[in-house]
């Protein structure tokens, strides 16, 4: 029986699952969180959509393998991946992003920083889960600690977490992240009780955007914390099929 999902590989680059066939087709890159690209997580995301006619590929940008570590990640590498990917033969004319947790952290800071700078390629939409409305700090996974650990302590801004151009004088952490200047589809969802990164930051952002004209499109799920249950995690991804299949159509 020939396969339906498949798996699919950019050079240099990295992989992840789409349609058999040759397109074109719209495509997503997709952003991992602390988790780190070897997890899984992102990669189920990724089947997921490509059952559903997107070629989705997982971009690693994490330091190192497993969880990694997100410390002065350069941003300019994922713009060049948007580029990549709008290049590839199978891909149509629209690309959209994806990225959860720090991986949407990531994904809304590159659209403002790409927005100011007038960078070509931008995402043509963008869908983030749990996401933070300011730049956070570096992320060492050998010494992370959760907010109730007594080793926890608050970002320090000289931990950075990315760089643009080659500097991250201007990223430092609790600076606000202006995605207002993304002018494209935003979908912003949250857990009504995420004890990780608190459901007032989307509530900010959907403010923020608001207030420059934009109208995001936001899912609440009540109840649910960082990470969300089956059942949500289906509908969630429903949510996401079709938001990117109205705006990448």
């Not at 058999?20 to 992102?42: C, D, K, N, Q, T």
């Not at 992320?139 to 760089?163: L, V, Y």
């Amino acid at each position: 029986m020939p396969l339906k999902i498949l798996r699919r590989s950019l050079p240099n680059w990295g992989w992840g699952y789409g349609p058999p066939g040759e397109g074109p087709f719209p495509a997503i890159v997709l952003l991992h969180g602390s988790e780190g690209s070897r997890s899984g997580m992102i990669y189920r995301t990724a089947a997921v959509l490509a059952a559903h006619g997107f070629p989705a590929m997982a971009f690693p940008y994490s330091n190192g393998k497993n969880s990694g570590d997100i410390i002065e990640v350069p941003l300019d590498s994922t713009a060049e991946a948007l580029s990549s990917l709008r290049a590839w033969s199978i891909v149509g004319t629209k690309v959209g992003l994806y990225g959860s947790s720090r991986g949407a952290e990531h994904a809304l800071l590159l659209a403002s920083l790409m927005s100011r700078d007038d960078v070509a390629g931008l995402p043509d939409a963008i869908a983030v889960h749990t996401p933070p409305d300011v730049i956070c700090g570096a992320f060492n996974s050998r010494m992370w600690r959760d907010a109730g650990d007594p080793g926890w302590r608050p970002w320090d801004p000289a931990d950075r977490a990315w760089n643009w151009r080659g500097s991250s004088n201007e990223l430092l952490p609790t600076t606000p992240i202006e995605i207002e200047r993304f002018n494209g589809p935003i979908f912003l969802s949250h857990g009504t009780k995420d004890a990780t990164w608190s459901v007032e930051m989307t509530y900010r952002l959907r403010d923020r955007l608001k207030r420059h004209g934009r109208a995001p499109e936001v899912h609440l799920y009540e109840g649910e914390g960082h990470s969300v249950n089956s059942d949500i995690e289906n509908q969630h991804n429903e949510q996401l099929i079709d938001f990117f299949g109205r705006h990448l159509s």
